[in-house]
């Protein structure tokens, strides 16, 4: 559909992409519909999985999409031959599901969900882009799961990418938002393998393939997948959408599996017991704010208390690249901390009212999944930083004190207000 450029906004100074419309597609009346399409159905969505559009243009009889510029590589760029890590997988898919769910529920279906429209930062933010196919449903009755249930004409046209398009895509039947779930099936059919569900030797094989064949079982390909899992990914591929789940937030419930082991006998087995020899994640930090630009608030102050905590002699502190992949990821405390083999868990929130930026954080001991420091710290927004080297400053403390840690010499900033 166009070509895209990395680009200045010079009137509000920043890096933006920019998605042109081919010049000899300029005067096709049907490609600039499809272009202003792609538009407006992302911008009427508001969500921070779901690439941003700053705005439309028409200069000198060229179209362009003004859009965020996602730093990072495509999805296809990032899976292997033998599959992702099954942590990663479920992270990127959860996103991927609450990009989606906030779509249809605003009666959006993108028609082609891909690889290469799918978006990850370098700090592991999943972002879905390329609505070009994308249609709005206007009229669009809800279910009792809160789906829209209209359905999409095509006017007998099969619309999307091949490999990931529903069977009644292929057959040109009108279509709905269980089409991006089948979609979604097969990103993560291959997220999981390597490969796709449905091959062929050509367009005309995989064709045939999506209408007739089952996958192959992931199970014999790798072991780490579950019975569950499986189940999952094969109702996503389901050649009767009334077969499929209804929702993405029913696909997500699915996902939602504590990957501890089940006959585990004891929940933070094998995690460090030696005090002194602990580690630490600090988890992102939620934003409880209305306004999504300050979810930069929670990014910086989850980058400055990583960096903080580093500077401890005798504790290990994960990198904050791995701990941001583990944003809203559903999986106990316990569990967390044994896979990322540490002791301890830092979380917590930030929320701005007005001028004042508040931060509320809590120090998890996973050995006995107890709380063992929380505090909440209240400054001007002008004052982030000395906000950030005080609770960096107090959490160090706390983690000193617990695990017999020493070797901190870091001085604290001005003491923030208590509430």
């Not at 000198?60 to 296809?76: F, N, P």
């Not at 942590?87 to 779509?103: F, S």
């Not at 077969?243 to 585990?264: I, M, W």
Request: proline share 5%.
């Amino acid at each position: 559909m166009g070509a895209v450029y990395v680009a200045e906004d010079t009137d509000l100074r920043r890096t933006v992409a920019l998605k042109l419309l081919p010049r000899h597609l300029t005067s096709d009346r049907a490609s600039l519909r499809r272009f202003r399409r792609e538009a407006r159905a992302a911008a009427s969505l508001n969500h921070p999985n779901i690439v941003t559009i700053h705005g439309i243009e028409r200069i000198r009889h060229r179209s362009m999409i003004a859009m965020e510029l996602v730093e990072g590589k495509c999805l296809d760029d990032t899976v292997p031959e033998n599959g992702l890590a099954l942590d990663l997988v479920m992270n990127i898919a959860t996103q991927i599901l609450e990009a989606l769910a906030a779509a249809h529920d605003a009666g959006v279906v993108h028609r082609d969900l891909k690889g290469t429209n799918v978006m990850i930062s370098s700090s592991g933010l999943v972002k879905v882009l390329d609505f070009g196919l994308a249609k709005i449903i206007t009229d669009r009755p809800v279910d009792a799961s809160g789906a829209p249930t209209a359905s999409l004409p095509t006017n007998g046209l099969p619309m999307g990418t091949v490999p990931f398009m529903s069977p009644e895509q292929l057959r040109g039947e009108a279509v709905d938002h269980r089409a991006d779930l089948f979609s979604f099936g097969v990103l993560l059919y291959r997220m999981l393998t390597g490969r796709l569900p449905f091959r062929g030797p050509s367009w005309a094989g995989i064709v045939s393939s999506i209408l007739r064949d089952e996958p192959a079982s992931m199970r014999t390909m790798r072991s780490d997948v579950s019975e569950k899992l499986e189940a999952v990914v094969m109702k996503c591929l389901a050649k009767n959408p009334e077969q499929r789940y209804q929702h993405a937030k029913d696909v997500l419930a699915g996902l939602t599996v504590d990957p501890c082991p089940v006959n585990e006998p004891e929940p933070a087995a094998g995690l460090e017991r030696t005090r002194g020899a602990a580690g630490i994640a600090v988890l992102p930090f939620r934003c409880l704010s209305a306004d999504p630009r300050d979810r930069f608030l929670s990014e910086g102050l989850m980058e400055e208390i990583t960096n903080v905590l580093a500077r401890l002699d005798t504790i290990r502190v994960v990198s904050r690249t791995t701990c941001s992949g583990l944003k809203d990821r559903p999986v106990t405390a316990p569990c967390l901390a044994r896979e990322l083999n540490v002791r301890y868990l830092l979380e917590g929130s930030v929320r701005r009212s007005g001028t004042a930026v508040r931060v509320t954080a809590q120090l998890i001991d996973a050995v006995t999944d107890a709380h063992v420091w929380s505090d909440t710290c209240t400054r001007e927004a002008d004052d982030i930083f000395a906000l950030e080297d005080v609770i960096a400053q107090r959490v160090a403390e706390a983690v000193t004190r617990d695990s017999g840690a020493v070797g901190y010499s870091e001085t604290a900033g001005a003491p923030c207000a208590r509430n």
